[in-house]
């Protein structure tokens, strides 16, 4: 009888709950060939959306073997700069192009996308055949209210455009030029929101590290990286995610025009779910297992850091990328968006407590949203 072949390392990585995304490799170069050949843009920007997906996977192990390398001090540094990482090369490149409004519909979408998309489907999925899964309600609430209290900075400008200024921009515009106040007082809270930003890292991974440790409960079967390989696939992962993006955010403008839909909703949904699509896969597959601390931590503190670092760094960056100052000033939906998720952040995160139900709770003003968002 001939004795049994042993599976591949490789392969078994592959077919494992958290290798998936590597499968998509085969659109990196598919994104890259469709571009030069000048196909139609709907199927660039559909190849190009999906290399994406494995970049961030890459970059996102890449990091969590450095960070295990680096101790916790950091490694949490690192997981945090680049925990979002892909999302923020995307809207450097659309603010390159212009596509401001776009970028502040991605912002939108990733806050909102986490909270409610994410953490509902943590939630439910996790819940599944369990009465009710318990996290660390002082964590949860650290980071949920400190993403209230900087959607509250956020949306500051918008509302003081609305009052003062010529009224919020409509989902359909693409650049608004709206004064020297509003870009002065976007600027003043960015500056504030990274100083808020660069206390919270005092906060979690310094005086209160002991409540923010996500790094201890994540397990990966095979042998761990060396520096060099987490280096090199970090700097490969980068490069990846930069062209992918370069030729995504440069499909946009058509791809909405042929597909019917706007580049609002691209910008908050499509771009949105897939900067991050990995990163949402992996805090549902650890709630799955009753990890809902790790799954909270993912969720929530993503949304935070967007708020508190991606937005404030993209304005910062508008002075120097595209044709002026992005100033922080979103439309009515998305005002209405961001305020929403924060509440509902707060007020799920209170007791420490979560079950199926509430997850489908959260995914259903997730749907709501999305559908508003399509006819706007």
Known sequence: MPAEVPERPERSFLLRSDGW???????????????????????????????VIPTAAMMGRATEELAARSGPGIGGLLNVTFGNAPELIIALFALNKGLQEVVKASIVGSIIGNVLLVLGASMF??????????FNPTAASAQSSMLLLAIAAVVMPAVFELVDGKGLPAPSAEFVNYGTNVETLSLIAAGVLMGAYVGGLIFSLRT?????????????EEEPWSVRRAVGALAIAGIAVAVMSEILVGSISETAEKAGLSEFFIGAIVVAI?????????AVLVARKDKMDLAVNISIGSSAQVALFVAPVLVFASYVLGPGPMPLVFNGFEVAALILAALIANQVTQDGESTWFEGLQLLAVYTIIAVAFYFA
């Open 274 to 282: 897939v900067g991050n699509a990995a990163e949402h896969w992996v």
């Open 21 to 51: 995304p590597y499968l998509l490799v085969p659109f990196i170069p598919l994104a890259i060939v469709l571009d030069l050949a000048h196909a139609g843009a709907v199927l660039i920007f559909a190849t190009s959306a999906l290399g």
């Open 208 to 220: 209160h590290r002991d409540l923010f440790n996500p790094q201890a409960e994540v397990e990966h």
């Open 125 to 134: 999925f996790g819940g599944l055949g369990r009465e009710r899964q318990r």
